[in-house]
């Protein structure tokens, strides 16, 4: 049975993880650097890609002693190889490179976005293609069709700002500090999210984009109004999100009628308030709704060596580790 390490350091935690392909989660580890970048509000590039140099190494020897596996009993490496800010994904890409020519082992570079797009079917084995997708994290907020590993259709973006990065405004506007979103979800719950009249961006437009930039806006300036507590405008601003989603997905999912599964991956999909309005959603339109457990949500390694078997299986890999090259940018 395939075995591989995934590495993944495209923003700011650095992950090793050894999947195998029963979908068993062998050993992983994970470090965040929020309290590196906590002081800033937002991710240091320089930082992290700092961070992630200090801390790789270490963390790939500890996970193949967790398992009691070597390299040369690997089937491949898989890493992210973009997107992602640059100097971080250099450290795990440059890393994965040597480790795979010195123990002559494949390397598989993945897509980051291509492994929040697979994490679903490495938490749920009865997920098959196509699926319809909502891919929500800090850096991207998408809605796709998966029709198979490499397959995917974009049916709508954000025309400005992902959620993820709506959360993070919000909770620096609330001053809730960083990494916002598990931030703003904890503090919506005490709120009414029908406290503070909030609009709901591109609802009702007949194609599904997204946009959240007016309603970051409409936060702001409802917490300089001081008229209303913090955790309404928590409240109020998770709901308009949600609505937004929701009205968006509805416009798509019109458009993938044969997809009769709704899946949600990325940061945001650790949301519980996100995943119960997306259930609903799939229940009313007759289709089964799934999604990873949180902590196969936000970024982590698991993720990009369940990739690496997707395609390790279909034999899909640029056969020369040399050939393979970090992208900042890389559209799936
Ligand atoms: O997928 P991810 O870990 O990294 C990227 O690829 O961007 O997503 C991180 C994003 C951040 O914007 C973070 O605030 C958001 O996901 N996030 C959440 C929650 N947990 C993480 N947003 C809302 N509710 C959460 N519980
Ligand atoms: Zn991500």
Redesign the pocket.
């Known amino acids: 049975m395939a075995l591989v390490l995934g590495i993944e350091s ?4 650095t992950a090793a993880a050894l999947v195998d392909g029963n979908r068993q989660i062998v050993a992983q580890r994970i470090a965040s650097q929020d309290a590196e970048h906590a002081p800033f509000g937002g991710v240091v590039p320089e930082i992290a890609a700092r961070a992630h140099a200090e801390r790789l190494a270490p963390m790939i020897e500890g996970v193949l002693q967790d398992a009691n596996v070597s390299l040369t009993d690997l089937d491949a490496i898989a890493a992210t190889a973009g997107p ?1 800010l640059i100097g971080g994904v250099m450290v795990g890409l440059v890393s994965a490179k040597a480790l795979a020519m010195a123990s002559d082992v494949p390397l598989i570079a993945v897509n ?1 976005l291509e492994g ?1 797009a697979l994490s679903p079917r490495l938490a749920d084995e009865t997920l098959e293609f196509p699926y319809a997708l909502l891919l ?5 907020c998408q809605i796709l069709r998966v029709d198979g590993v490499g397959e995917y259709r974009r049916l709508a973006t954000t025309i400005d700002d ?4 709506a ?2 405004k919000t ?1 620096k506007i609330l001053g809730l500090g960083f ?4 931030a ?2 904890r503090l919506a719950r005490e709120g009414d999210a029908s406290a503070v009249p909030l609009p709901r961006p591109m609802k009702g437009s007949g194609e599904p984009h997204l946009s959240f930039a007016g309603l970051k806006s409409a936060v702001l300036r409802a917490h300089e109004s001081e008229k209303y507590q913090p955790a309404d405008i928590a409240a109020s601003f ?1 709901q308009a999100a949600i609505d937004c989603v929701v009205d968006r997905l509805s416009i798509a999912l019109a458009k993938m009628q044969d997809c009769r599964t709704l899946v949600v991956a ?3 999909a ?3 308030s ?1 995943r119960g309005a997306l259930e609903r959603l799939a229940a009313s339109h007759d289709m089964r709704f799934t999604a990873p457990p ?1 902590k196969l ?4 390694a698991a993720m990009i060596a369940w990739a690496g078997i997707e395609r390790l299986a279909l034999k899909d890999f640029a056969p020369d580790p040399l050939d393979i090259s970090a992208r900042p940018r890389w559209p799936l």
């Open positions: 495209s923003c700011d935690e992602g980051h929040h929500v994290s800090g850096g991207h992902a959620l993820g990065e959360f993070d909770a990494p916002g979103g598990p703003v979800e998770q990325g940061g945001v650790a949301n519980a996100v949180p949500c936000t970024d982590n």
